[in-house]
């Protein structure tokens, strides 16, 4: 699991550096392996959607050991921070893969 979350969080990263940089964009296909730029963005969104998912299994984990958000030093509104920009990057790179169709 570890394995795929630390991909799946370097996968957001990269798609947080690239999101509206079309010449970053460009350098982060040519420089991912496979074969296709829709290839390697399938990969990409699988990382990011398998590190959204282990994030929110994280957070139920947590919340049902005793977690308390409201305890928390992070801001209430950052807890849920992490999952939500991952579904947002996901969106975006499903977005630049449609645009390549």
């Known amino acids: 699991m570890e394995d795929s979350f630390l991909t799946g969080h370097l996968a957001v990263l990269l798609g947080l550096l690239c999101e509206d940089d079309f010449e970053d964009q460009k350098l982060l296909l040519d420089s991912l392996p496979g ?9 990409m969104i699988n990382h990011v959607e ?12 947590l919340s049902q050991s005793g977690f308390d958000a409201e305890m928390s030093p992070a801001p209430k509104d950052h807890v849920n ?18 645009s390549l169709l």
Request: hydrophobic share 35%; glycine share 6%.
């Open 35 to 43: 074969s296709t730029s829709s290839e390697k963005l399938d990969d």
């Open 50 to 61: 398998s590190f959204a998912a282990s994030y929110s299994e994280v957070l139920s984990h």
């Open 81 to 98: 921070d992490g999952n939500n920009v991952a579904h947002g990057v996901a969106v975006k790179l499903k977005a630049m893969k449609d």
